[in-house]
Each structure stands twice: as C-alpha cells, then as structure tokens.
C-alpha cells in the first residue's frame, strides 16, 4: 500500500516553460487536494477535486489547471512558469470518517524551482 | 478569507521540558486537525477535534479544541528530540471540501 505518490520529488524549470505534477493514491479516496507550501505561509490550498469528474478552484488558483483523470489519479500542470510559484507542492486525499472528521494523508512532495 | 494563526513561530526547548503551542482563528470551524511535518516529507495526521471543549491525548500529546470552536493547543509533555518537526493546525470546513492551514511552529528539542 503506497498511500499518495508523486512524480517527480524535484524540478527546475526555466520561466515560461510548461509541466505536469502527478499524483496518484491507491486508498480509493474520494476527495483529492493540491497545495504549495512557502515558507512562513503553511500550506495553501491551489485546487481540489471531491470526486471523480469535478475539480474546484481553492485560495491560490491562478497560473494552474488540475485534470482528475480518474479516481485514483490528480495532476497538477502549470502551463507558464513564473519565479513565484517556486514552491514545495504537495498532493493529498482524504475520506470521511464521519460527517465532520475527515482524514487527509499527504504524498512526499515536489520541490519546483522556477529560474 | 478564513486565516489561522499560530504560536509561538519558533521553539526550542531542552529535552524533557513541557511545552504549549496555540492555534487561534476569527472563524469558527467544523473541526480542527493537527499534523506534524518532519524535513523532506509531507505532513502526517495526529488528530481530529471536533466538539467545542474537547480534550484528546496521544500518549504525551494533548489537544483542546476551545468553546467556541475557533482555536486549539497542544500540549507536549516531557518532550524528546523525536517530536522535533512543525507542527501545522488546520481548520477543516464545508464538509472536508476545504482545509485551511495555519504556518506552522516550528519545534526543536534538544538532546
């Protein structure tokens, strides 16, 4: 059992260049999350996906796209990379334990930088 | 917007020594998560509160969730060097649609 897994753990890209984080998760989880951690600034959340098919847009949207290609399945692409989002991007899921507690498992995280 | 904030930013402590660290919000949230962080991984789970009022142990860890539903603590007792890491707080709304995460406390403790 891999719990959330993400490629690739690094990246350097040069601005205006283009990619596509990956992430997967074998618990058949409902919900799946992106965020980027800057420091200082905790984790912020970029998009989520509540089921297969449906993606929302979350505090910091701007300059990415998100495809939840199947259950298991949620990529993150940014399509014009820019020194900002130089970031530590981190994929999660989550399920329901009950109707308010819910428990999110976190993959190992892509460190972006951006030049 | 709904913000967390958290203190202290930064702490070291000496082994052994208790320690409490705050997460406080204007907002009220469903319930409230804290995670810890160790360097190079992604944040792992400690607990879930729920109810206003709520106290919850982990071994040396306790966790109060307040009345109001708006801010925790955590409580280490005894600490050692293998609760060193960042410990994150997060507020958890519209039904497990949306965490939102404070920035953290960044905790050392030393041999």
């Known amino acids: 059992n891999a719990g959330v897994t993400q490629t690739p753990k690094f990246q350097v890209l040069k601005t205006g260049q283009s990619m596509t984080l990956q992430c997967a998760q074998d618990m058949n989880h409902n919900s799946m999350y992106w965020y980027r951690q800057d420091p200082g600034m905790g984790l912020r959340l970029i998009y989520y996906s509540a089921s297969e098919g449906t993606t929302d847009k979350g505090e910091v949207p701007n300059g990415y796209n998100v495809s939840r290609l199947n259950k298991r399945e949620f990529s993150l692409r940014l399509e014009s990379a820019a020194p900002s989002q130089t970031s530590v991007y981190f994929c999660?899921?989550?399920?329901?334990?009950?109707?308010?507690?819910?428990?999110?498992?976190f993959g190992p995280g892509t460190r972006l930088t951006v030049t | 917007t709904q913000l967390l904030e958290q203190s202290p930013q930064f702490l070291s402590i000496q082994e052994g020594e208790n320690l409490t660290v705050y997460c406080n919000s204007s907002s009220v949230f469903s319930s409230l998560q804290w995670y810890r962080q160790e360097p190079g991984e992604g944040p792992v789970l400690l607990v879930t509160v729920v109810t206003g009022g709520e106290v919850k142990k982990l071994k040396r860890l306790t966790f109060q969730f307040g009345d109001a539903r708006k801010d925790s603590s955590l409580h280490i007792t005894a600490a050692q060097p293998g609760d060193t890491g960042l410990y994150l707080c997060?507020?958890?709304?519209?039904?497990?649609?949306?965490?939102?995460f404070g920035p953290g406390t960044r905790l050392s403790v030393l041999p």
């Open positions: 999660a899921s989550s399920e329901a334990l009950s109707l308010l507690s819910y428990e999110q498992y």
């Open positions: 997060a507020g958890v709304d519209n039904y497990g649609q949306n965490f939102v």
